[in-house]
């Protein structure tokens, strides 16, 4: 049938990654989305056994497509004061949002396909929030990390690293944080977060704009 574009994306049960999902089987694109109910990305013995098989569907059923990977799912982790954090939380949080983006990057590294990637970042990575340390950190590495992949991609399938914030989206994240009693931020607090399916469609442009910009499709 030719080249086509798979689009994977993570983190689509809620939010953001749903509606783009949403428009994604609307405009007829092929999609594999990943969820917690696929595999738990805050275990990454889980994350690599699943990656195996996803491997495997990609090579017998998809060899021809060029994979766009949006890397969407994410966790605000524990906020508050670090001698109140529990060590478990913090755990689950780190592998989360930074040791599950790095072991998917190694299995897009690792196929025949050509591939191009998106982060989904927040400007909670470029800032310093009292007691969102563990989010911010964590997604900032993220950010930072494609940076030394951009030195490696040379000679190999990958078409493309980039990072993309959606800005504040009314989602449960954005209702977290104003709920919770340690965080205060008057930005957030006095901005109205932009509905998930604006979002989601500014998301699509940008993907698609960028690809077309690279000849991908």
């Known amino acids: 049938m030719g080249a086509y574009n798979l689009y994977i994306v993570t983190g689509t049960s809620r939010g953001l990654g749903k509606e ?3 428009l994604l089987v609307n405009d007829g694109q092929k999609l594999i989305s990943i969820n917690r109910g696929d595999v738990d990305l805050s275990r990454p013995e889980a994350l690599l056994l699943y990656l195996n098989q996803l491997k495997t569907i990609i090579h017998t059923g998809h060899r021809d497509a060029n994979i766009v990977f949006v890397n969407n799912a994410a966790t605000l982790g524990p906020i508050a004061p670090i001698h109140n954090l529990d060590e478990l939380k ?31 970042t927040t400007g909670s990575a470029q800032t310093k929030n009292k007691f969102l340390g563990i989010y911010g950190v964590t997604k900032l590495a993220v950010e930072e990390y494609l940076k030394f992949l951009g030195l490696e991609k040379e000679n190999t399938k990958c078409c493309g690293l980039y990072n993309y914030d959606p800005h504040i989206i009314a989602t ?10 340690y965080f205060k931020n008057e930005k957030i607090e006095k901005t109205t977060p932009k509905s998930a399916i604006l979002a989601a469609e500014e998301l699509y442009d940008f993907v698609k704009n ?6 991908f499709s």
């Open 20 to 22: 783009f999902a949403t």
């Open 90 to 120: 913090i755990i689950e949080a780190i592998n989360t949002n930074l040791t599950s983006s790095i072991l998917l990057l190694r299995f897009l590294f690792s196929l025949e396909n050509r591939w191009i990637y998106f982060n989904i």
């Open 172 to 181: 449960d994240m954005n209702v977290v944080l104003k709920n919770n009693s």
């Open 210 to 215: 960028t690809k077309d910009d690279k000849n």
